[in-house]
């Protein structure tokens, strides 16, 4: 219980650790970008919660999720080079690995390829304007 009757937010409810951890997986995210030139910031400094998402991505919004473990269905077997998965009512995602999309992401920029108006109105998992 609070003694002096002050609102705790839910970042202070998160361990300091776990602040710690999703703060670098933030600057890791934003460190594969510019390491093929694409424009990339961290807009989620210091628990801001910055409320279009955590990373901007050449015009592009990225959220970044730390865990211990990711569900072993996520990860690709064999020869995949990613996971496809859906929710009920939901539209299908694709888990991929994150520094073959960024050099994607540069070989599709260099081609003039306007990636953030493929996602546009697209957001994880829903389909346009849901």
Request: charged share 30%.
């Amino acid at each position: 219980m609070n003694p002096k009757n002050l609102s705790v937010s839910s970042n202070s409810r998160r361990g300091k650790r776990n602040r710690q951890r999703g703060a670098e997986l933030q600057r890791e995210t934003v460190n594969i970008f510019r390491q093929y030139a694409i424009p990339c910031f961290n807009r989620d400094r210091g628990g801001a919660q910055h409320e279009q998402g955590d990373v901007e991505v050449d015009g592009m919004w990225i959220g970044c999720k730390r865990r211990t473990r990711i569900p072993r269905w996520m990860l690709p077997e064999k020869n995949d080079v990613g996971v496809v998965s859906r929710g009920d009512r939901m539209e299908a995602i694709l888990s991929i690995p994150l520094r073959p999309f960024a050099k994607l992401l540069k070989v599709a920029k260099d081609s003039n390829i306007d990636v953030a108006q493929i996602f546009e109105g697209h957001r994880l998992g829903l389909g346009p304007d849901e």
